[in-house]
């Protein structure tokens, strides 16, 4: 069973940038989909980033556009979420993600940055942006 471990979460102030990384065991990150969640104390799992290798297609919340940015390693078998001008409203625990099945081409937005829609998770990093 694909198993992952997230890092590069700290403390950071408004405006700053941070690097998440996600480093895949026992699979490899080509074969399934991606995502980037977050969740704040007392709210709901928000997708922030999804990346489908099968389409090469990136898809990202609205709150973080222009942004993050999701990328994939397929040689070091990670994953990354790259997030500059960071805002208070980004404080959350962030969470990788692998889904296992095979999407379809016409599946929008909404259904990458569901989180019923994944399989596999991390147990997360915090981030915590200072104003």
């Known amino acids: 069973e694909v198993q992952l471990a997230e890092s590069g979460g700290g403390p950071v102030e408004t405006g700053g940038s941070l690097r998440l990384s996600c480093v895949v065991s026992?699979?490899?990150?080509?074969?399934?989909?991606w995502g980037w969640f977050r969740q704040a104390p007392g709210k709901e799992r928000e997708g922030v980033a999804s990346?489908?290798?099968?389409?090469?297609?990136?898809y990202y919340g609205d709150s973080v556009k222009g942004r993050f940015t999701i990328s994939q390693d397929n040689e070091q078998n990670a994953l990354y979420l790259q997030m500059n001008a960071l805002k208070p409203e980004d404080t959350a625990m962030y969470y990788c993600?692998?889904?296992?099945?095979?999407?379809?081409?016409?599946?929008?937005?909404?259904?990458?940055?569901?989180?019923?829609?994944?399989?596999?998770w991390g147990r997360g990093t915090q981030v915590a942006v200072s104003s």
């Open positions: 993600a692998a889904g296992h099945a095979l999407p379809l081409a016409s599946e929008s937005s909404d259904y990458f940055l569901s989180k019923s829609s994944y399989h596999f």
């Open positions: 990346f489908v290798p099968l389409y090469g297609r990136s």
């Open positions: 026992g699979d490899t990150v080509t074969n399934y989909f």
